[in-house]
């Protein structure tokens, strides 16, 4: 290639307009460097999801719901601007906590947390909550647990959908359980025993003898499935961890029993972890390409930073562009 090759635009200094949308701030950001660009360039992508009839599966890690994340994700549900959300067993909990009517509290990390274990607080870096809410909301999972027929299993995604129809009828307002089950979006908990809903189940049995057992294997076999099922997939990953690789292995699972695929589609992740280490929460989209999780000609982007930077600037902006989605072909699964 020759000099001219690389140089075909130039960097576009960012000018303020008063009044600006999110959306068309997102949109000049695309001319700038960085993980500005990069924030453009996820916000584009998630819009070319929704307008290619993606399936789309969002992976949430991290302390999502108690750093104030919920009611975005109770948007992106109930708007369908997702189809799927696998997500860590804490942030349901801490969403079944708040969906009762409790909350998390601005708080700090210069702390004495021998004080706040002496109050009964417990915090997450700059946020508290009060330990005995908490106790409240493992008794709500037990006396749902102890509502169910133990003489079968369930996957995670039945658990979830009838505890969110329950919180439905008992909670105090909405929820990413309570809305994802009345809008009939499914929701995956691959490592629920790891939280406070694990936690909650096994108090249920030590002292009730009630076993509530999760057949997690058929959750496997169901999202492989609805890659088969899909014109294309779209993957969105809040942080790493559990959900991001429950997601990743769908396509591998998928071509193991026989769907032609080829990766995912559309790929974009936020996260603060690096790709040195070798861990799955940093790893590049180019390594999955090596396991054929993402196509190869995919479009993806890493966005490193804060997901509580990120995603409320992302789903405001698709916020702004209703035309795009409102239309939009919903997914049909068959579970």
């Given at each position: 290639m020759k000099r001219k090759d690389y140089l075909q635009k130039p960097v576009e200094s960012f000018e303020?307009?008063?009044?600006?949308?999110?959306?068309?701030?997102?949109?000049?950001?695309?001319?700038?460097?960085?993980?500005?660009?990069?924030?453009?360039i996820a916000y584009q992508i998630w819009k070319r999801m929704l307008q290619d009839e993606a399936t789309i599966f969002l992976g949430l890690a991290g302390a999502m719901v108690p750093a104030g994340m919920r009611k975005i994700?109770?948007?992106l549900v109930e708007n369908r601007l997702i189809d799927c959300l696998v997500s860590t067993g804490a942030n349901l909990f801490h969403d079944v906590h708040e969906t009762l009517g409790r909350y998390?509290?601005?708080?700090?990390?210069?702390?004495?947390?021998?004080?706040l274990k002496d109050l009964g607080i417990d915090r997450i870096f700059d946020t508290f909550a009060i330990e005995e809410e908490f106790y409240h909301a493992d008794q709500y999972i037990a006396k749902f647990g102890r509502s169910l027929d133990t003489s079968r299993e369930y996957t995670t995604r039945e658990f979830l959908s009838r505890l969110g129809s329950q919180l439905g009828q008992d909670g105090k307002e909405k929820g990413i359980l309570t809305s994802a089950a009345e809008k009939g979006v499914p929701i995956y908990c691959p490592a629920i025993g790891d939280s406070s809903i694990g936690i909650a189940l096994a108090i249920l049995y030590e002292k009730e003898g009630k076993k509530v057992a999760f057949d997690t294997i058929k959750d496997v076999s169901e999202t492989a499935r609805m890659?088969?099922?899909?014109?294309?997939?779209?993957?969105?990953?809040v942080g790493g961890g559990t959900p991001k690789n429950f997601i990743q292995q769908t396509e591998v699972t998928a071509s193991y029993i026989g769907g032609n695929v080829t990766g995912h589609t559309y790929a974009i992740q936020l996260t603060a972890d690096a790709p040195h280490w070798g861990g799955l929460s940093g790893c590049t989209f180019e390594e999955a390409q090596s396991w054929g999780k993402i196509r190869k000609d995919a479009r993806m982007v890493s966005v490193h930073g804060d997901a509580t930077i990120a995603l409320p600037f992302i789903a405001s902006a698709l916020s702004e562009n209703r035309e795009i989605w409102k239309d939009r072909r919903i997914p049909r699964f068959s579970f």
């Open positions: 303020i307009q008063e009044g600006a949308s999110v959306s068309n701030i997102l949109d000049r950001m695309a001319q700038i460097s960085f993980q500005g660009r990069n924030l453009s994700l109770v948007y998390h509290w601005i708080g700090s990390p210069h702390t004495d947390d021998v004080e890659v088969i099922e899909a014109k294309n997939t779209g993957v969105i990953y």
